[in-house]
């Protein structure tokens, strides 16, 4: 089994950045893809980020792409999500997911594993 935790969500004003780690217990997931992915008030979960187990593939929804940099270090967290340039509409509760097959996956069906999620506020 894996358990993932998300941190560094908040509250941040339109314009700023905030920087997500997701922390992995239990199984090692360094051979994994991993995911983010978030879900706003009444809307369903949306892709937002993916990275392969190696790093060298990243996949960005078109909505972040440019202002949101995804990352992971397996010898410690295993993936981070930088989020710069933050809009109101980014406001959600932001999930981690981890992907068995290693490889950067956009559908959330592919996911194997999740996080409780961390809340981002974005103000205008």
């Known amino acids: 089994q894996v358990q993932l935790v998300e941190s560094g969500g908040g509250l941040v004003q339109a314009g700023g950045s905030l920087r997500l780690s997701c922390a992995a217990s239990g199984r090692t997931v360094g051979t994994y893809g991993m995911g983010w992915f978030r879900q706003a008030p009444g809307k369903e979960r949306e892709f937002v980020a993916a990275?392969?187990?190696?790093?060298?593939?990243?996949l960005y929804a078109d909505s972040v792409k440019g202002r949101f940099t995804i990352s992971r270090n397996n010898a410690k967290n295993p993936v981070y999500l930088q989020m710069n340039s933050l809009k109101p509409e980014d406001t959600a509760v932001y999930y981690c997911?981890?992907?068995?097959?290693?490889?950067?996956?956009?559908?959330?069906?592919?996911?194997?594993?999740w996080g409780q999620g961390t809340q981002v506020t974005v103000s205008s």
């Open positions: 990275i392969s187990w190696t790093g060298g593939s990243t």
């Open positions: 997911a981890a992907d068995r097959s290693g490889q950067a996956m956009r559908p959330p069906a592919f996911y194997d594993y």
